[in-house]
């Protein structure tokens, strides 16, 4: 399962819509969330719909809100998307099988079997959540709380059973080529979230539409070896197995 | 945080069953907890109080009634064993969706009277603990013997009755041992102190536990250092706020709980059981003698010599 997750304070200004590069992840099947921070005054009417909008296009959820609730909103709203997504999938499955009827309207036991196997799918899918850190100005001040949120969030995803995976960009990038920089590649690896901003050289512009493309072809690039990398997490998922059923 | 929040139910609200049919009347608002809204019921036409939690998220609710029922069947399993007894309910009484209502979800479960365990506290005072953290242990102990944590331990989820009998409500947090812990409160997190996983294991339930008498006993120093950097945040601060507490027993039990160097539940009850529970403080504490006393006590020495002095002369 894929996601993005834009942390933004504000509207988009250069390049193509960031709305419409949502629609394109949600197209290749990612699944886009946008937190808006904000410590002072209001993120203003535009940022705020723009906000709901790339959310919406990205079939994700969105959320403002101020630094000190920035960890445990990216946690919920990570969660929430994993939970939600396999939702859609189980009720597809539910539907082909009964005909019709969604999780709401099945019988008690029924709907306790259905929701047994959500919660293992949600803890044991393999996960890559690719983080899009929105460095402009405004949002200097605020980096140091966006790095501890995503320390937070990595120690969540360590704990899950499922193979789970962050990397970190921040846009704009380095040059004004450069529409997103990437600051930390696939890692399940908690310690490897240090220090990511420090060298960071603030630039005006906001490229919210074209940073997004740019994760969406990391995700693609990486389609190339991912085959060799799910047969070694298969390996480990059979040995894993095996070892459990000794606990057990 | 919920979805949806509607407003609560008004008092006197019949909440019916769509598939087993039952009904309660709503008597009044018991309290929020992340997956929904407790309120205290009464069954139509029987004496009997309940507490029922209506969800605000399909899913979520049932994920915590089969969390309740795996609890439920592990308990009658251990009872059979032992003697039969009637709170087998004690989990969950029976779970349907509002009949009328927008289809809510809920579920029924035994009420339980009394205060949260720090306004137990704070009324009756702090030599309560002993007993109370060992009613509480006792509750975990079987919570892990079921193959579960509760996660999001805390004193708001912990409820005291009168003479001490200790429950945990709000199970939302519970999961599978192995599996990642759902639901936390930052102070009382493995993580956020940088001392552990989020991995729900037997040693994650006592940092809380720990965490929870901290706050308990010194909820100022908590907080300062729950304040410092998230780089320099860690658990030695909070060993340092266990070491400083005048019951020696007491802080190296919290400090063994907040390294996670019990083997499990069963032995940090018991040692919680013979070390601070049993300890029984002498009834008479020796005191400084405050310099007021002493100063009197000078005077009224030097009155009585005056007085003699003066009575012997005339």
């Known amino acids: ?248 | 945080m919920g979805m949806s929040s509607n407003p609560p139910y008004p008092v006197g609200t019949v909440i019916s069953g769509k598939w087993r049919g039952n009904r309660y009347v709503v008597e009044r608002l018991l309290g929020k907890g992340a997956n929904g809204t407790v309120y205290l019921v009464q069954r139509e036409g029987r004496r009997e109080k309940y507490a029922l939690k209506v969800g605000n998220d399909t899913l979520e609710l049932q994920s915590e009634i089969n969390v309740l029922t795996s609890l439920q069947s592990c308990r009658k399993r251990s009872e059979f064993r032992a003697r039969r007894e009637s709170p087998l309910s004690s989990y969950l009484l029976e779970s349907d969706d509002f009949k009328g209502g927008d289809n809510e979800p809920f579920y029924v479960m035994r009420y339980v009277e009394g205060r949260p365990l720090h306004l137990f506290l704070a009324k009756n005072g702090a030599s309560w603990l002993g007993l109370v953290g060992l009613k509480l242990l006792e509750k975990l102990q079987l919570l892990h013997e079921c193959g579960f944590v509760f996660g999001d331990l805390k004193p708001e989820n912990v409820m005291v009755s009168d003479y001490g009998e200790a429950e945990l409500i709000d199970y939302g947090g519970a999961s599978p041992i192995g599996r990642s812990v759902k639901q936390f409160t930052e102070w009382h997190d493995r993580g956020f102190w940088n001392a552990g996983s989020r991995t729900g294991d037997e040693s994650y339930d006592l940092f809380s536990f720990a965490v929870l008498c901290l706050r308990l006993l010194n909820e100022d120093g908590l907080k300062v250092a729950a304040q410092q950097l998230p780089q320099t945040r860690s658990v030695d601060e909070l060993i340092r706020l266990a070491r400083n507490l005048p019951d020696k027993k007491l802080s190296s039990w919290l400090c063994l709980a907040l390294k996670g160097g019990f083997t499990g539940s069963a032995a940090a009850a018991a040692a919680w059981k013979h070390h601070i529970y049993n300890q029984r403080k002498p009834a008479k504490e020796v005191m400084a003698t405050p310099r007021w006393l002493k100063n009197a006590f000078a005077l009224s020495l030097f009155v009585l010599a005056f007085t003699i002095y003066w009575v012997l002369r005339f």
Request: contains cysteine; proline residues 4%; aromatic residues 4%.
């Open chain 1, 1 to 248: 399962m894929r996601q993005i997750l834009l942390i933004t304070d504000g509207c988009s200004n250069v390049g193509e819509s960031p709305v419409m590069a949502a629609a394109h992840a949600r197209q290749e099947g990612i699944t886009v969330n946008v937190v808006g921070v904000v410590d002072y005054g209001t993120i203003g009417e535009l940022g705020s719909r723009e906000i709901a909008d790339i959310a919406k296009a990205g079939g994700g959820l969105s959320r403002i809100v101020g630094t000190p609730q920035l960890a445990q909103t990216m946690q919920m709203m990570t969660r929430k998307t994993v939970v939600q997504t396999i939702q859609q999938a189980v009720n597809k499955e539910v539907k082909k099988i009964l005909g019709e009827g969604s999780l709401e309207e099945l019988p008690p036991l029924k709907r306790s079997q259905v929701v047994t196997v959500v919660d293992e799918l949600t803890e044991t899918t393999p996960l890559r959540i690719a983080l899009l850190i929105d460095a402009s100005a405004s949002m200097k001040p605020k980096l140091a709380a966006v790095e501890e949120a995503i320390r937070d969030l990595a120690l969540s995803l360590e704990a899950r059973e499922g193979r789970s995976e962050l990397a970190v960009f921040h846009f704009p990038g380095r040059s004004s080529s450069e529409d997103a920089t990437l600051d930390m590649d696939w890692s399940s690896d908690v310690s490897e979230v240090r220090s990511l901003f420090s060298r960071l050289k603030m630039r005006g512009a906001t490229p919210t539409g074209p940073a997004i493309f740019k994760v969406l072809e990391h995700y693609r690039y990486d389609k190339l070896d991912e085959h060799r990398d799910r047969r070694v997490s298969e390996d480990q998922g059979e040995r894993e197995g095996m070892i459990g059923g000794y606990v057990v």
